[in-house]
């Protein structure tokens, strides 16, 4: 005979994992008075034979045909064990039984049943009832044990047996069949197909094996009869039943805990429909998922009742297997999250049993397999009361954990019963009174007297008391005590005189040098708010900070100023004349309530969010970490400062130097560089360093910690969460100190800590003054070892967002647990409380993610992609690996936009850490069945095969590469990023550029141009001799005509280079630049004379047409002179493209242009954006002889001759600039049309990355005989 659904669910399981005896259940009849034992085996001998389930063998044919078949009546004796002569008959009775239970059950021989007789008294027994879950289900075991109780009893009073009730296997197997060809099993499949349109996909890989754990734990209690009466009269009022009560109370349990609106449980049903499947002992039980929704204002009575409707629901549709769900409709399992994997399962088929004269109360021992964390409710009419059992898996529920669960669900059932049945479930408190007197107050038990006091206040002691110790080294630079307070001194005295106090504002924008330590030291001692800035941010993004902070001064040097807004009140030092100041302490410029600094994290809304820190919060974690970390180390110690001063954790730094310790302010070059710091470490014999953990990896790799001396041997490890495998070797390593350290900017850098050791990674206990709170939804605590979000209050908590009053009053709340007027920090972290009182760091709330150490809201990156013109919509998110990385899905809008292009976008906007390593264009993001984004469902960033090395310098840059990233083989065409590139390894290859190449790139070079081959081009330009050649190759390679690119009014192609990455590879394009650049060529005397020259240079690399010509500005007016010079040679040119370019007009009267507009347009030719003001490869004498060069070419205009070109015409038009084009001044000069193409951008930035990748495009289409669609001009 087959199978039925279940039977084959449980087949399968079996198969998987044959020596899991978890498949076996039990029960245990416990009878008071004396039994027969020849009338019981008699009546279990007539049972069997009459319950054909209890008799089949099962087997398959090797094909995937699985069978069952009944076999004969076996011949076997009812075991009977006297074990009163036990010490303790009740345990030894317990331990034998789940003896047997721990045998597996080998599927294919009978009996798979296992019946004893225990005696534990004079008038005590027990009947053991153990049996493979394949041949019955509990509604099954019920039917047989009514029966044989009926047989027995029948038998003592000498009566006939009743007749036998049971229907045959062969019944419900014919009658389920019929069931699955029928229009209900269709009607059932597409109601489940609807319910679960929106559950996860189940994962084809994962074998039963490795989540059905071999035992389990188990937890039992009794609801008392008035509560169980109590239960029934509220199950009475919602019109509805006692186990959609309990249905209800659980759902409401997880609800609270795990912090969903929508709940789902699986709930054991009988799958029984007809008096057929009622009558025949079986294996036909069902698990579906129950989905009910609730929010904290939700009534009791309306949960109970929403429970009821979604419980009958499912009733009407129960015979559809899960099976069937599993593998017709694909759906996992599990939703998922925590307390996902509950269930349930009331038993309402328990009857009163008597065996004879005497009473009998079943006891289940086992129900077979738990996969999560199943409760069963038995209603036991015997006494009126509820047997509540919780079964879990320890692997997932320890029985610490499953006893609080247990103990917590009893007492919420009492709540239940004693409830109003209008009180908003919100209200209900899941805690004891022990609990939350823990949570709340015990665990936070951190009050320590701090005195009232400043940064500087504390700095200056230290100066006092030791002048002459070591306190600031950075580089070559070495500063004591007393000189670094004199320096700071004079800024601050300075600031002062120009205005500087409390609660203004003062922005540094400075080289990472010791001079950076002085200014925030000068800013604090003014009284003024410290502001601090990375100069190597994106000009955008530090200019979008500074309009957020609106600085009285931006504190910057000459060098830096360039790149600075100029519109800013810049403050140069160089120029100020410090030392003109006093070297004495300011006096009475601020107070500990007086904002101390403002630091950026990202911002969900797009924006980021300025935190505005006191002086009393930065003395209340000095003296946390005086207490803890320092001066428990007994000596003074060198402390490392690694971070960027954008990041608040450089704010340590400072504390250790108002600790009186000795600070080394690591420089760029060696701090983002593993081996070189980890050599620093070692040379300078550094005690403390505060690392991120993903750096620290970095760092361990290059041997850090090694040897037999350890240098740090004090670790700060935060930022993000210590995984397991890095907690396992800091804990291990000999003479290592290590402490991680949990907080975010809003509590003042660190809020909880503690050293690493212990079996798990943990976040620790909260600091000095410091509260912890882990809070449900409703802002109720949570009981230990029960996760929720992250509060902190206490002496840490920052003032504000400054000048975002909405969003601090969404994240800075009053506190409800602390002393009146306090407030605490909503975090957004998802914490609990271990048994012991320590916080463990469990994920996010939201989509905030960490990528080594810096704070990422993805709305805010999303934010800066959808503002591209040619961005519809973008999804960021985080790749799974060990060390996440950021991935960005973007969807066109009007026009094409490639990956190149949207790097180089934001790139531009925000810092290095926030630039997507991967970006993926989609033409529509995958939506659920609800019209959601289906985060499952978006693709995986493809890498693309690549060329391999051509010369020396690409082999050694692909050898780079593969160095740096700790891949394989790297290919010129491989994109850093899409190989694992991060912004640290970014910054290790750019100081290996300078290490081993001698070549000084910028960290956003490396964004611009990710591949080896975009890398040896920049390096091409801004390196070699022939930059300032008449011809520039900016891809020499190819076997199709080249593209020429003539240079604009600046006499350079530079601005050309980010050109080939989007036309065919097989395409050479070279720049065509003025002669008389490297001083080796004459100028020319006439227009004509000029043109000639071009035409020489292309002929030297191309000596017959087709000829490609493209020119920008009066570039595109000199390529429209060669063109015709070429044509007039019987030349054919193919192509004439003019991006946003107008003719010559020799009439026109030109004044000799003025040094300080040549360097503008200079920069231009070069490819900077408009604001530039330096370029590194461009020295005074290249600025004098270009200057040279521009003014005769000037002066050879008036001798242009007009002429012809015979052909068409592509033109690309900015339509953000001053004067837009509309061809016509062209339709003169030409026999053709006027191709135009229109591109959003203004005529200065028409040659930088974004309209250069759609120029690129639709050039590369021209190229490809594929006209691209355009607006054709007459």
Known sequence: MPLTAAQTGVWFAQEFDPANPIYRAAEALEIEGPVDVALLEVALRQAVDEAEALRARFGDDGHGRIWQAIEPLPDWKLPVVDLRGAADPVAAAEAWMWADLGRAADLRRSPLFSFALLRTGQQRFTVYLGLHHIILDGFGLSLFIQRVAELYTAAEERRPAPPCPFGSLAQILADEAEYEASERFARDQQYWTEQLADWPASRGSQRPSSIVPHTFLRETGYVTPADTEALRALARQVRTSLPSVAMSALALYVHRLAGNDEVTLDLTVNGRAGSVARGVPSMVANVLPLRTRMTPSTTVAELVRTTANSAKNLLRHQRYSSTHLVRDLGIAHHRGGYLGDWGINVMTHDVQLRFGRHPAVLRNLSNGPVTGLGVNVYDRPADGSLRIDFNSDPAKYDAATTAAHHRRFLALLHALATADPEQQVGTIDMLSADERELVLNTWNDTRRETPATTLPELFEARVRAAPDATALVCGSTTLSAAELNTRANRLAHLLIARGAGPETRIALALPRTADYIVAVLGVLKAGAVCVPLDASHPPARIEALLSDTRPLHVLTTATTSATL?????????????IDRHPGTDPTGTHRPDHAAYVCFTSGSTGRPKGVVVEHRHLANLFHDHQRELIAPAGRRLRAALTASFSFDTAWEGLLFLAAGQEVHLVEDAVRLAPAALVRYFSRHRIDFADLTPSFLRLLLAEGLLSGPEKFPWLLMVGGEAVDPALWSTLRDCPGVEAWNYYGPTESTVDAVYCRIEGDRPVIGRPGHNVRAYVLDRAMRPQP?????????????????????????????????????????YRTGDVARWTENGVLEYLGRTDEQVKIRG????????????TAHPRAAEAVVTTTKSAEPELIAYVVPGPGPVDTAELRSWTAKRLPTSMVPASFVVLDELPLTVHGKLDHSALPAAEIRAGRAARTPREEQLCALFAE?????????????????????????LVTRLRADLDAEVPLGVVYEAPTVADLVRVLERETSSNAFDALLPLRASGSRPPLFCVHPVGGLSWCYAGLPRHLPEDVPVYGLQSSGLTGNDELPSSFREMIDGYVRQIRSVQQAGPYHLLGWSLGGALAHAIATRLQADGERVALLALLDARPVDPQAQRAAPKREDVRSMLLQAAGLPPEAEVHPALGEKHLAALTTVLINAAALLPTYTESTFDGDLLQFRATQADHITDGGEWRSRITGEVISHDIACT??????????????????????????AAATSR
């Open 784 to 824: 230990p070892l029960v996760p929720g979000e992250l509060y902190l209050a206490g002496d840490q908590v920052a003032r504000e967002y400054l000048d975002q009053e909405a969003l601090t009053a969404q994240r800075f709340l009053p506190d409800p647990f602390g002393p009146p007027g306090t407030r605490m």
């Open 964 to 988: 740096v990233l700790g891949v394989g083989e790297v290919t010129i065409d491989d994109d850093f990023f899409e190989l694992g590139g991060q912004s640290l390894l970014a910054a290790e």
């Open 1243 to 1268: 005529h200065h930035t028409i040659t930088q990355a974004e309209p250069m990748a759609v120029i690129g495009r639709l050039i590369a289409d021209h190229l490809q005989w594929q006209p691209a």
């Open 565 to 577: 807004p100029v519109e800013q009140p810049l403050l140069v030092l160089d120029d100020v004349g």
């Open 854 to 865: 810096v704070r990422i809201e993805p709305r805010e990156i999303e934010a800066v992609l």
